[in-house]
T-cell receptor
Framework: LAKTTQPISMDSYEGQEVNITCSHN???????ITWYQQFPSQGPRFIIQ???TKVTNEVASLFIPADRKSSTLSLPRVSLSDTAVYYC????????????FGSGTQLTVLP | NAGVTQTPKFRVLKTGQSMTLLCAQD?????MYWYRQDPGMGLRLIHY???????AKGEVPDGYNVSRLKKQNFLLGLESAAPSQTSVYFC??????????????FGEGSWLTVV
């Protein structure tokens, strides 16, 4: 299983764009990259998933370079309510049981 | 649309007591999971099930047992609770169809304190 590395914490201000990068140097050919968000006292929530290039939904964008050894979660114009822990997971699609949640990145949005 | 429901939400146990955490999902998912999350840590997989009547060990299975008698329910049991099992427990489910990606649906969590 691909190991991921992401920053422990990040601070940002309201209205800014936030980019959280995840490294996954040994990603396999059939692995997908999935990001989850966890608020205090709640279970994680799926944000976005991608395989290559760029994926965008109503919440975030995911940028994946050609070599796929890293990925960047982009949150546009963050608000205080975006303060949460963000997890980057790598694994084959349809094999959620193989996904490993690391410590994630604590994003704190300041007023 | 309930999704994944866990009971109880809070529980205090004495060392050596036993208890069962109940999890129910209404999305007809094949896979179900139990995770634990300690303060400041990520989630660690305790046990999981790929279908009714089947269970498998995850990363930290010791001290826990599980059962999946019905597709919609996944039970986590502590036979003899220890203070080290004080944690937040999350139940989750997912569809393992390849087109579903890796979307895992989590419950609200169960806070367990062992004194």
């Amino acid at each position: 299983l691909a190991k991921t590395t992401q920053p422990i914490s990040m601070d940002s201000y309201e209205g800014q764009e936030v980019n959280i990068t995840c490294s996954h140097n040994n990603i396999a050919t059939n692995d997908y990259i999935t990001w989850y968000q966890q608020f205090p006292s709640q279970g994680p929530r799926f944000i976005i998933q991608g395989y290559k290039t760029k994926v965008t939904n109503e919440v975030a964008s995911l940028f994946i370079p050609a070599d796929r050894k890293s990925s960047t979660l982009s949150l546009p114009r963050v608000s205080l309510s975006d303060t949460a822990v963000y997890y980057c997971l790598v694994g084959p699609s349809g094999s959620a049981r193989q996904l490993t949640f690391g410590s994630g990145t604590q994003l704190t949005v300041l007023p | 649309n309930a999704g994944v429901t866990q009971t109880p939400k809070f529980r205090v146990l004495k060392t050596g007591q036993s208890m069962t955490l109940l999890c129910a999902q209404d999305m007809n998912h094949e896979y179900m999971y139990w995770y634990r999350q300690d303060p400041g840590m990520g989630l660690r997989l305790i046990h999981y099930s790929v279908g009714e009547g089947t269970t498998a060990k995850g990363e930290v299975p010791d001290g826990y047992n599980v059962s999946r008698l019905k597709k919609q329910n996944f039970l986590l049991g502590l036979e003899s609770a220890a203070p080290s099992q004080t944690s937040v427990y999350f139940c989750a489910s997912s569809s393992e169809a390849s087109r579903s990606g890796n979307t895992i649906y989590f419950g609200e969590g169960s806070w367990l304190t062992v004194v």
